[in-house]
Structures are given as structure tokens and as C-alpha cells.
């Protein structure tokens, strides 16, 4: 796509890309240094220590979950609706075709997903992108921005229900499909009398808040599965293990890290338990063999797309359908009055919930109580309201000269967010993994967010310098490029000035040119 009209440059948009790569980083962390997927009793992110005589994992998990957990995916995926709308209204602008050019692009951005996955990080979120924004475009591209808000808010909110439910006790189909029949009938009694907007958001949120009532003083809640102190005994004996430097299985006792024909011979036992399934990852995470590290990439990735059909596809629906009709009505323009209102509203009620969704949390992994089953769906929902209040205030900031420094730098980011969201779990997976230095399983928490808070800083200065020559980040020249079937124009032109006057307008005009949408 050509370049985008002066006034159409959205700087904040970058600076939310910025920002919200920092809590992805953050939180993906957590996977990168601690096994989570070959026992369904891993403490990657559970409120545990993971090093011997670790102090504060709580507070860590704690801060992480409640601030930063789910709420800067949920960005992102507001964000790649933004985007997926400025891209459409480009395109129907110049009466250019775009079908085409979105598919190539999607198809490009899965590639990315899977070398993403299977190297660095396996819990990707690309080829989620890549595949809901296939679908999303071949049903909504045309649809108005009261069909998007309405159909994104009814389908987050089922998600939220279907939570509710499936923690439950007695799940059931009836109860999963009664909530979202029940906010379907609202949305079309609204359309046809002509209800606010507001009326409508408040009859499906009423909804929910009965579902919450009835799981409450209805059947009995379903314990957790583990017990917080069941979880760190695990999370002891893995360590505990690498310091020894060999664990037993079936009597052998296996020496740390494996190397191949060990770990063929444990793989072949059936009925591994959680703290051997746990070593082994973390021994291939820290060491290899590099066949066994990219299997379990590979592995994970196919997992992810089966829980995506069941889940994750259909909330990255309805996220992309919340921001595309945000921007189609106009809310994120740099003069709009939704700033406001949406940073206090998404932040005054998102925070109270996340923090209960937080000790209900922990809670539940403490005591005996009936509350296991609402702190993930209170914790999903808190998400959706923060992310909207952080778009409210990234907005008010970027009209101010507050920390401008730090403005510049998200910005400079959130331009290469492409590039940035991979480079980071590159520089992540260097530290932990068998290719580089190896330390899986030997920080404590802390030091593991001092690690995020590093990469990023260091990735903030290498964009800004990158920028300053290049027109795009290297791989979004690569997306562009492969997207238009001809290398794209990488490196700055050079300013001609012909008067303050003439000058001003080029350097506008090839500022706004290096914008475009980006998921």
C-alpha cells in the first residue's frame, strides 16, 4: 500500500505497539525460562520460586499477573484490528483490490509464526493472527463499525462465560450456550428499538454478572487441580535435580543435562510423573539435543491451533472486531474525545478486578474455597477493560510532552513490532536455551523480568538507530516485500530542502510514509 496522508499518522498507535511488546515480553518470560508443557503440573507461571532459596517469586507473580498478564496480548489483538481497519479504508480509498495482497500477507505472517515457534518461543502468537485474521477478513471486511463492536463484545464475553463454565464442577452445553443465545437476542432487540449503544454493552455484561451469580450459589466448586504447595515441591525437585546433576527414572539414574540416547530411553516410558516430565523439558530447553528442541517447538505450536479452535481463535476474533470498529467510528483519531473516558472507565474498573481476579487466584492455590472457577474468567475479563484503558491513556500522552524520551522510544518500537516481538524472543531464548547460554530453570523471577528489562531497553535503542537509516524494520521489509512480490524501498531518502516551507511538508510526508498497519 502507498503511503499513508499526513494527517492520517496515529504516533500513539506505535507507542501502544511499543508498550505492549514490553508486556508480552514480560510475560512470555515466564515459558522461556521454566518447562511448561510436558506435565499439566508445570509452575511456569504459578506463584513459585524456581531457584533454591528464592525469595519474592510471590510479589513477582503477583505484579506480572495483575498488571501485565493477558492485558498486553489483549492490546496487541486490539491493535491488529486497529490495523486490519486502516488497512481496508486505504484500500477502499484508492479503489485498490487488497483480497489478494491481505492473503499473501497473512500467509507470510504464518511463516513468521512457525520459524518463531519452532526456534524460539512455542507458545506463538502469529500463526493465531495469521489464521483468525484470514477468517476475519473473509467475513467482516465489510461490516459496520456497530456489527464489529456488537459481535466482538457478544463473542469476548462468551469466551468469559465459556471459562466460567468449563472451570466449573458440572460443565455442560447447555449452560455454554445459554449466555451467548441470551446476549444474541439482546443485540437484535437492541437493533430493532434502537437502543444506545451503552444500553446494549450494560444488558450483555448483566448477562454475564448472572452467569457469575449462578456459579456462585449454584453446585459446589471444583477444587484446583494443584495445590500451591504441591507446585513448588515440583518446581524444588527439578532444581533440586539439575543441582545433584542426575534423576532417576525407573531405577536408573540418568545424569543432567541428557544427551540423546538418554533421553530416547526416558521418552519411551510410559507414565512419567510431573517432576520427571518437567526435568526433561527443562533439560532440553537448556541443552538440547537441537532435534529434540525444535520437536518440542513443532509439538507445542500443533497444540496451541487445537486449543485455538476451542478458545484462542475465537477471543482474537473478537478483539480484532473491538479495535477495527474503534477505528472505524473514529475513537483513536488524535482530536477524539474517547481518550478520556476510556482510560478512566477501562482503568478505574479493570484494575479492581484484576486484583481480585488475582487473589481469587491464589487463593484457590491456599485454601479450600468456591472461587477456583471465577478468578480466570474475572482475570480475562479484567484484561479486555485495561487494555481499553491503556489505549485511553497512551492517547492523553501522546498529546502532552510528558517523558517525551520515553514516547520516542515505544514509538521507535512499536514501528518494528514485527521485528521487535521476534528479536526479543531471540535475545530471550539466547539466554535460556541450548543455543546460547543456557540458563533455563537458574534465575529466580526477578531476575528474570531484570533480563526483559534489558532486552528491551536495548531493543528501544538499536530501533531508534535502525530508523534513522531504514525506512522499516528488517522484517517487516521481508512481510512487505514477499507480501508485494518486489523488494520494498528499505532505506531512507534523503531530505531535499527547498525552503522551511517545502521542507516541513517532504519530512511530514516521508514520516507518515514509513507508517502502516501492523499486527
Same mark, same amino acid.
Given at each position: 500500500?502507498?503511503?499513508?496522508?499526513?494527517?492520517?499518522?496515529?504516533?500513539?498507535?506505535?507507542?501502544?505497539?511499543?508498550?505492549?511488546?514490553?508486556?508480552?515480553?514480560?510475560?512470555?518470560?515466564?515459558?522461556?525460562?521454566?518447562?511448561?508443557?510436558?506435565?499439566?503440573?508445570?509452575?511456569?507461571?504459578?506463584?513459585?520460586?524456581?531457584?533454591?532459596?528464592?525469595?519474592?517469586?510471590?510479589?513477582?507473580?503477583?505484579?506480572?499477573?495483575?498488571?501485565?498478564?493477558?492485558?498486553?496480548?489483549?492490546?496487541?489483538?486490539?491493535?491488529?484490528?486497529?490495523?486490519?481497519?486502516?488497512?481496508?479504508?486505504?484500500?477502499?480509498?484508492?479503489?485498490?483490490?487488497?483480497?489478494?495482497?491481505?492473503?499473501?500477507?497473512?500467509?507470510?505472517?504464518?511463516?513468521?509464526?512457525?520459524?518463531?515457534?519452532?526456534?524460539?518461543?512455542?507458545?506463538?502468537?502469529?500463526?493465531?493472527?495469521?489464521?483468525?485474521?484470514?477468517?476475519?477478513?473473509?467475513?467482516?471486511?465489510?461490516?459496520?463499525?456497530?456489527?464489529?463492536?456488537?459481535?466482538?463484545?457478544?463473542?469476548?464475553?462468551?469466551?468469559?462465560?465459556?471459562?466460567?463454565?468449563?472451570?466449573?464442577?458440572?460443565?455442560?452445553?447447555?449452560?455454554?450456550?445459554?449466555?451467548?443465545?441470551?446476549?444474541?437476542?439482546?443485540?437484535?432487540?437492541?437493533?430493532?428499538?434502537?437502543?444506545?449503544?451503552?444500553?446494549?454493552?450494560?444488558?450483555?455484561?448483566?448477562?454475564?454478572?448472572?452467569?457469575?451469580?449462578?456459579?456462585?450459589?449454584?453446585?459446589?466448586?471444583?477444587?484446583?487441580?494443584?495445590?500451591?504447595?504441591?507446585?513448588?515441591?515440583?518446581?524444588?525437585?527439578?532444581?533440586?535435580?539439575?543441582?545433584?546433576?542426575?534423576?532417576?527414572?525407573?531405577?536408573?539414574?540418568?545424569?543432567?543435562?541428557?544427551?540423546?540416547?538418554?533421553?530416547?530411553?526416558?521418552?519411551?516410558?510410559?507414565?512419567?510423573?510431573?517432576?520427571?516430565?518437567?526435568?526433561?523439558?527443562?533439560?532440553?530447553?537448556?541443552?538440547?539435543?537441537?532435534?529434540?528442541?525444535?520437536?518440542?517447538?513443532? $509439538? @507445542?505450536?500443533?497444540?496451541?491451533?487445537?486449543? +485455538?479452535? /476451542?478458545?484462542?481463535?475465537?477471543? =482474537? %476474533?473478537?478483539?480484532?472486531? *473491538?479495535?477495527?470498529?474503534?477505528?472505524?467510528?473514529?475513537?483513536?483519531?488524535?482530536?477524539?474525545?474517547?481518550?478520556?473516558?476510556?482510560?478512566?472507565?477501562?482503568?478505574?474498573?479493570?484494575?479492581?478486578?484484576?486484583?481480585?481476579?488475582?487473589?481469587?487466584?491464589?487463593?484457590?492455590?491456599?485454601?479450600?474455597?468456591?472461587?477456583?472457577?471465577?478468578?480466570?474468567?474475572?482475570?480475562?475479563?479484567?484484561?479486555?477493560?485495561?487494555?481499553?484503558?491503556?489505549?485511553?491513556?497512551?492517547?492523553?500522552?501522546?498529546?502532552?510532552?510528558?517523558?517525551?524520551?520515553?514516547?520516542?522510544?515505544?514509538?521507535?518500537?512499536?514501528?518494528?513490532?514485527?521485528?521487535?516481538?521476534?528479536?526479543?524472543?531471540?535475545?530471550?531464548?539466547?539466554? $535460556? @536455551?541450548?543455543?546460547?547460554?543456557?540458563?533455563? +530453570?537458574? /534465575?529466580?523471577?526477578?531476575?528474570? =523480568? %531484570?533480563?526483559?528489562?534489558? *532486552?528491551?531497553?536495548?531493543?528501544?535503542?538499536?530501533?531508534?538507530?535502525?530508523?534513522?537509516?531504514?525506512?522499516?524494520?528488517?522484517?517487516?521489509?521481508?512481510?512487505?516485500?514477499?507480501?508485494?512480490?518486489?523488494?520494498?524501498?528499505?532505506?531512507?531518502?534523503?531530505?531535499?530542502?527547498?525552503?522551511?516551507?517545502?521542507?516541513?511538508?517532504?519530512?511530514?510526508?516521508?514520516?507518515?510514509?514509513?507508517?502502516?498497519?501492523?499486527?
Amino acid at each position: 500500500m502507498g503511503p499513508v496522508a499526513a494527517a492520517g499518522r496515529l504516533v500513539h498507535l506505535d507507542m501502544l505497539r511499543g508498550l505492549a511488546l514490553f508486556g508480552i515480553l514480560l510475560i512470555n518470560a515466564e515459558q522461556m525460562f521454566q518447562p511448561f508443557f510436558f506435565s499439566d503440573l508445570d509452575y511456569a507461571n504459578a506463584p513459585v520460586g524456581v531457584v533454591p532459596g528464592e525469595t519474592g517469586a510471590v510479589w513477582n507473580w503477583a505484579i506480572l499477573h495483575t498488571l501485565f498478564d493477558t492485558k498486553f496480548i489483549t492490546l496487541f489483538s486490539l491493535l491488529f484490528g486497529i490495523g486490519f481497519a486502516l488497512q481496508i479504508e486505504r484500500a477502499q480509498s484508492r479503489a485498490q483490490p487488497f483480497t489478494g495482497i491481505y492473503m499473501r500477507r497473512m500467509f507470510v505472517l504464518a511463516l513468521f509464526g512457525i520459524f518463531h515457534a519452532i526456534l524460539f518461543y512455542p507458545a506463538d502468537v502469529l500463526v493465531n493472527y495469521a489464521v483468525t485474521g484470514t477468517v476475519f477478513f473473509l467475513l467482516a471486511r465489510n461490516w459496520t463499525p456497530a456489527m464489529l463492536f456488537q459481535v466482538g463484545v457478544i463473542l469476548f464475553l462468551t469466551t468469559v462465560s465459556a471459562l466460567l463454565i468449563l472451570n466449573g464442577p458440572e460443565p455442560s452445553i447447555v449452560a455454554l450456550l445459554a449466555a451467548p443465545s441470551i446476549m444474541i437476542v439482546v443485540a437484535i432487540l437492541g437493533s430493532r428499538l434502537k437502543w444506545p449503544m451503552w444500553v446494549r454493552c450494560l444488558a450483555f455484561l448483566t448477562v454475564i454478572g448472572a452467569t457469575f451469580a449462578m456459579q456462585v450459589n449454584g453446585r459446589p466448586d471444583a477444587p484446583p487441580e494443584h495445590s500451591l504447595s504441591e507446585i513448588q515441591e515440583t518446581a524444588n525437585a527439578v532444581s533440586s535435580a539439575f543441582a545433584k546433576g542426575s534423576f532417576e527414572v525407573e531405577g536408573v539414574e540418568y545424569p543432567l543435562p541428557l544427551d540423546a540416547a538418554a533421553l530416547d530411553k526416558i521418552m519411551s516410558v510410559e507414565g512419567l510423573n510431573a517432576t520427571q516430565s518437567n526435568i526433561v523439558e527443562q533439560s532440553i530447553m537448556r541443552a538440547g539435543p537441537p532435534s529434540a528442541y525444535f520437536e518440542r517447538g513443532l $509439538s @507445542a505450536l500443533a497444540a496451541f491451533q487445537v486449543f +485455538g479452535v /476451542l478458545y484462542l481463535y475465537w477471543r =482474537s %476474533f473478537a478483539l480484532f472486531a *473491538i479495535g477495527a470498529a474503534f477505528m472505524k467510528w473514529g475513537l483513536l483519531k488524535n482530536d477524539s474525545n474517547f481518550a478520556k473516558p476510556a482510560m478512566i472507565l477501562g482503568l478505574g474498573i479493570g484494575l479492581p478486578l484484576a486484583l481480585l481476579a488475582t487473589w481469587m487466584q491464589f487463593s484457590s492455590l491456599t485454601a479450600d474455597n468456591s472461587i477456583y472457577s471465577l478468578g480466570e474468567p474475572v482475570h480475562s475479563l479484567s484484561s479486555l477493560l485495561i487494555a481499553v484503558g491503556i489505549v485511553g491513556l497512551v492517547s492523553l500522552w501522546s498529546r502532552t510532552k510528558v517523558m517525551a524520551w520515553l514516547a520516542g522510544g515505544l514509538s521507535h518500537l512499536g514501528r518494528m513490532a514485527l521485528t521487535n516481538y521476534i528479536a526479543q524472543s531471540a535475545a530471550l531464548a539466547y539466554v $535460556s @536455551a541450548w543455543y546460547g547460554l543456557g540458563l533455563a +530453570g537458574s /534465575l529466580t523471577r526477578w531476575e528474570q =523480568s %531484570f533480563v526483559c528489562v534489558g *532486552i528491551f531497553t536495548a531493543l528501544a535503542l538499536v530501533s531508534r538507530a535502525w530508523l534513522l537509516i531504514f525506512e522499516y524494520g528488517p522484517l517487516e521489509w521481508v512481510w512487505r516485500s514477499l507480501t508485494y512480490g518486489r523488494f520494498a524501498q528499505l532505506r531512507r531518502q534523503p531530505v531535499v530542502a527547498s525552503g522551511s516551507t517545502g521542507h516541513s511538508s517532504e519530512r511530514q510526508t516521508r514520516q507518515t510514509g514509513r507508517f502502516r498497519a501492523r499486527s
